[in-house]
């Protein structure tokens, strides 16, 4: 079963960030956040094991 995560990344800049992360096959959106982490993903990934491999 998948799981949907929201993944929270302090960057200090944004750009090459999310330039990096929309590569990746399980990062389903990109959001840039006003809060102590500057931008947060959302993920789709195998099992909960997984969130931590990434």
Sequence with gaps: MAVL????IRAE??????????QIDYVLAFYELVSQFNVA????????QALFEF
Aim: without cysteine.
């Design 41 to 48: 993903i959302m993920v789709e990934v195998e099992n909960d």
């Design 13 to 22: 800049s944004v750009q090459p960030v999310k330039e990096q992360l929309m």
């Design 5 to 8: 995560a929201l993944v929270e």
